[in-house]
């Protein structure tokens, strides 16, 4: 058999895929090429954006860890929605595939998962917002899968292959075959492809949930329980929406050049698309080692050395971002005591001043060695949602949002990532995130709340995190209330 495929240099070789077939329900077959005069944003455009369902993941170039690879997937040869996460670990159970080295992603579950799950997975005593027929989650699976590696700049095209549905041989051949397609493509792909993005989008104006008289009205009820006691933070979010005929992709462009960040997606379910921009992870499990990084505190870059380390001195002493940042970290090793060996929770990082594009902000980190009987969805609902993104205590926080907030959360504080055919995961949280249907984009932004905030100050950083998402859409920072301009 592998003189059939010797036009190729396929991984696994003939006999190694026959072997794995026997123990895997899914076998990646994948060929690696040089890939130095390409980016993942043309292979996008090129190979996938005219497919229907499909996906992109990228990372803001910095660190190495989250920003080696940007994976595109499309072709699903499943997609996954509902409201009970048992359908999705009962997917992944029969879907395994085997490991391959040095690569932490070439195929599984990649979607969202709405902020409703809250409603499924702890008992409120408020769930005014919780909505029998709303869509909880929705995961693609798909059979082509390209890794673009930006240590090497090379690229893998991986095709998922089901060898005990279709047969072996069958299975390897498709898989040749489908790969030489892409290939061909890939040859045929010149730098006169004109993707530019020229001018601007045509302006409109904004519609919100809320005044700002409302969303302060808001903050002092939520102050209210604070002072009685009831919990320590909640954060507290307005929703913004555009009609917009501007195609998707382009808002991502804009998004990813505007806000860079380690978490940068762009999901197309064809009627329903998320853009967005994520700084933040939600959980990570490999190797049996589970971990999430809780974000706290703010300041400004300067792009001014002397300047930024006096910010950054400035914010490690702020006693306010110190104390909200703490809680968020005991949050995160409470969350993840859930599921790892007792004694084996750890914050391996402490304090640390991280810098971004165009800000820097404490970060720590936590970590822990996962219990074997627990799968990558049961980690995902123990950490379910950030403290971030709800507050503290979590549950009487998430309670205190449904009784504020005027509308369902949608997929805005959910999750957005993936989990593997090898049984592992990363995940960020769904902030700095936009989401298109019906000719109509959406986004939603918060502020934590506390018992010393000013609501005008809160309603206007709410407006400070949507300004990279409206200009994605609009091509201007500036919000247009009813023919007003709030700057």
């Known amino acids: 058999m592998s003189k059939v495929y010797s036009e190729l240099d396929l991984t696994p070789n003939w006999e190694e895929y026959s072997a794995y077939a026997e123990h895997y329900q899914v076998v990646p077959v994948m060929v690696e090429l040089l890939a130095d005069t390409l980016t993942?944003?043309?292979?996008?455009?090129?190979?996938?954006?005219?497919?229907?369902?499909?996906?992109?993941?990228?990372?803001?170039?910095?660190?190495?860890?989250?920003?080696?690879?940007?994976f595109i997937g499309y072709d699903p040869f499943k997609v996954v929605t509902g409201r009970n996460l048992e359908v999705v670990s009962s997917q992944l159970f029969n879907l395994k595939g085997p490991p391959v080295a040095g690569l932490p992603f070439y195929g599984g579950a990649v979607g969202y998962f709405s902020y409703g799950l809250v409603y499924k997975l702890e008992n409120l005593r408020s769930c005014r917002h919780?909505?029998?027929?709303?869509?909880?989650?929705?995961?693609?699976?798909?059979?082509?899968?390209?890794?673009f590696d930006h240590r090497y700049h090379t690229l893998k095209i991986v095709i998922n292959t089901l060898p005990q549905k279709e047969g072996e041989k069958a299975a390897y051949l498709r898989a040749q075959d489908s790969i030489k397609e892409i290939i061909g493509k890939l040859t045929n792909l010149t730098t006169s492809e004109n993707w530019a993005l020229t001018g601007k989008p045509e302006r409109s104006s904004c519609n919100a949930t809320m005044t700002k008289r409302d969303f302060c009205t808001m903050v002092e009820k939520a102050k209210d329980y604070i002072k009685a006691g009831d919990i320590f933070q909640v954060v507290l979010s307005q929703r913004f929406s555009f009609p917009s005929l501007e195609a998707p992709f382009n808002?991502?462009?804009?998004?990813?050049?505007?806000?860079?960040?380690?978490?940068m997606f762009f999901l197309d379910f064809g009627e329903l698309k998320l853009i967005g921009a994520s700084p933040e992870m939600l959980v990570r499990m490999e190797g049996g080692i589970v971990e999430t990084r809780p974000i706290a505190g703010t300041r400004p870059r300067t792009g001014q050395q002397e300047e930024d380390l006096r910010l950054a001195r400035e914010l490690l002493a702020d006693e306010k971002e110190r104390a909200e940042h703490l809680m968020l970290v005991d949050l995160g090793r409470n969350d993840l005591g859930k599921v790892c060996r007792p004694g084996s929770v750890k914050v391996t990082e402490f304090f640390k001043v991280e810098e971004f594009s165009h800000v820097m902000h404490i970060v720590s980190t936590v970590q822990g060695e996962v219990e074997r009987k627990f799968n990558p969805v049961d980690v995902l609902k123990a950490v379910f949602p950030a403290g971030t993104v709800s507050?503290?205590?979590?549950?009487?926080?998430?309670?205190?949002i449904d009784e504020l907030e005027p509308v369902?959360?949608?997929?805005?504080?959910?999750?957005?990532?993936?989990?593997?055919?090898?049984?592992?995961?990363?995940?960020?949280i769904t902030i700095r995130t936009l989401w298109v249907k019906d000719e109509m984009v959406y986004f939603q932004a918060g502020a934590g709340i506390v018992w010393d905030s000013d609501p005008e100050r809160e309603y206007q950083e709410t407006i400070n995190k949507a300004r990279a998402m409206a200009e994605a859409v609009t091509g201007t920072a500036e919000f247009c209330f009813n023919g007003g301009i709030n700057k």
């Open 40 to 70: 993942p944003i043309t292979l996008y455009q090129y190979l996938a954006l005219d497919k229907g369902i499909s996906f992109l993941l990228e990372s803001a170039p910095g660190n190495e860890k989250t920003a080696r690879f940007s």
């Open 130 to 147: 919780a909505r029998e027929d709303e869509e909880l989650f929705r995961l693609m699976f798909p059979e082509k899968v390209l890794v």
């Open 251 to 263: 808002i991502y462009r804009r998004l990813r050049r505007l806000n860079p960040s380690p978490y």
């Open 391 to 400: 507050g503290a205590p979590k549950i009487r926080a998430m309670e205190i």
């Open 408 to 428: 369902p959360r949608g997929p805005y504080a959910g999750a957005v990532g993936y989990i593997s055919f090898t049984g592992e995961m990363n995940t960020c």
